[in-house]
């Protein structure tokens, strides 16, 4: 069929026209700019929850590292006073005054409760976070090589084999009874082994996906395992990093109470030690403040953080950012 373009009112130039070929132009694909981690918080902050529970965990940890340098704890200052020793919340602000410090009580040396939990808290979180730090760092990267190259599979097959089958608490039981309970020596405890478990996660992670297209195209090109494994392996694995480390965080806040609880945690007053020296308060009528407010502190600050996350770990897993 004939058309008469005329008719139409537009010039025939217009209607054809040469296109000029560039390759380079050809290569351009028009699509949306992603960013990863826009794309992660987006969906992790698109759940209210989230919000809530984040804003939970920052209350917390200001608390914890803020309010201790604003108001000292002071674990004998009223040594000396035998009538502040082991006050209930009600007697404590009658006796002091209506204060936030005296919300939870006074302990056996009349020391606020509050002031006591936070210092603990502040302790306690700083440990698992320079242990998680150092056991996911040295996990992660030996892991990725573990799980890539055979050579190493086989050597370190063997050393879980043979540490693996230790318990992790007696290794650090007998090393703080060699060593002093002090902070570094607890954090050497906890990381001398502790990086294995995570090794070990991390190289069934990589065998999983070693073996796929781009990485034996990566291998016949002649890159390097180290580096297949730092730009192929570990970036794919972001999400079961960070569900990784949510895990972990918390799970070292509890060893260390575990451990304080047995008498073989820290000298300091971290949480597990406040517990630990509460445990008779626990049954004692008007002092159960003592006990279960260093408990209570505790169980909310690990499900926090088990939550943020988890829930950041949803997040990251670019399947959710669709």
């Not at 082994?193 to 070990?200: C, E, F, N, V, Y």
């Not at 999400?239 to 918390?250: K, N, R």
């Not at 509460?278 to 939550?307: C, D, H, K, N």
């Amino acid at each position: 069929m004939d058309y008469n373009y005329e008719e139409l009112g537009i010039p025939v130039e217009e209607l054809f026209s040469p296109v000029d070929h560039n390759d380079l132009e050809s290569e351009k694909i028009t699509a949306p700019r992603y960013s990863y981690w826009h794309s992660v918080f987006r969906v992790f902050f698109k759940k209210k929850i989230n919000i809530v529970i984040l804003a939970l965990l920052v209350v917390i940890i200001l608390f914890a590292y803020i309010y201790p340098t604003i108001y000292p704890y002071d674990r004998f200052g009223n040594l000396m006073d035998s009538t502040s020793k082991h006050l209930s919340p009600g007697k404590a602000m009658a006796k002091f005054g209506h204060s936030l410090r005296w919300i939870l009580g006074t302990g056996a040396s009349g020391q606020s409760t509050f002031d006591a939990v936070w210092y603990g808290s502040r302790i306690s979180i700083s440990l698992a976070f320079v242990v998680a730090a150092i056991n996911l760092t040295i996990g992660v990267l030996i892991g990725a090589v573990w799980g890539f190259s055979k050579k190493v599979d086989i050597i370190m097959v063997e050393v879980q084999n043979v540490i693996g089958n230790v318990p992790y608490e007696l290794i650090i039981s007998v090393l703080i009874m060699i060593f002093s309970s002090n902070f570094w020596t607890l954090v050497f405890a906890m990381t001398i082994t502790g990086w294995l478990s995570i090794a070990a996660f991390i190289r069934t992670q990589v065998i999983i996906i070693r073996d796929r297209e781009y990485n034996l195209a990566s291998r016949c090109l002649g890159t390097s395992t180290t580096k297949i494994a730092m730009k192929n392996i570990l970036p794919f694995m972001t999400s079961v990093i960070v569900t990784l480390l949510a895990s972990v965080i918390p799970g070292y806040i509890g060893s260390e109470v575990f451990l304080a609880y047995i008498g073989m945690g820290l000298s300091d007053m971290s949480l597990g030690r406040l517990i630990f020296e509460a445990e008779s308060a626990m049954v004692t009528p008007g002092w159960q403040f003592e006990f279960w407010s260093p408990v209570a502190i505790s169980a909310i600050i690990t499900v926090v953080l088990y939550v943020v996350g988890q829930n950041l770990g949803d997040a990251s897993d670019p399947r959710t950012h669709m």
